[in-house]
């Protein structure tokens, strides 16, 4: 199999959700499984700043590698609500390569929204 070649498995949610876990830090850090939007521009993660998040996914004070300006951003689902921050860390996937080997899948400082505020979500 080409070396270049990463498959992620997603779980299927009725086609309308689609989820695999991914981890913020680098390989085997913070591992949070997340739902991959087709629909949206920014990847939004919950954090332990939001009170209003059912879940913590990141915890922006266990990177050694994160980065922000502080820069807030705003998104709307429907009737769902998200506030946050933009912030910047690695982030990897788990690839399964082939039936025997499995690798992660890096991005370095990669972007995305640390939700602060979120409502409307179920």
Known sequence: MDEDVYRVEMKNIL??????????????????????DTGSNWLAVTTQMCDSCKSKA??????????????????????????????????CL??????????????ENFQFMAITEESGLN
């Not at 705003?74 to 860390?89: C, F, V």
């Not at 788990?94 to 991005?107: G, I, N, R, V």
């Open 94 to 107: 788990h690839s399964k390569q082939d039936k025997t080997k499995s690798d992660f899948a890096c991005l």
């Open 15 to 36: 086609n309308s959700q689609y989820l695999a876990d991914m981890y913020f830090g680098g390989p085997e850090s913070q591992k949070a499984t997340v739902v991959f």
């Open 58 to 91: 990141y915890d922006t004070t266990k990177s050694t590698k994160k980065s922000t300006n502080n820069e807030t951003i705003e998104q709307k689902y429907g009737a769902a609500y998200l506030s946050g921050i933009k912030y910047n860390d690695d982030v």
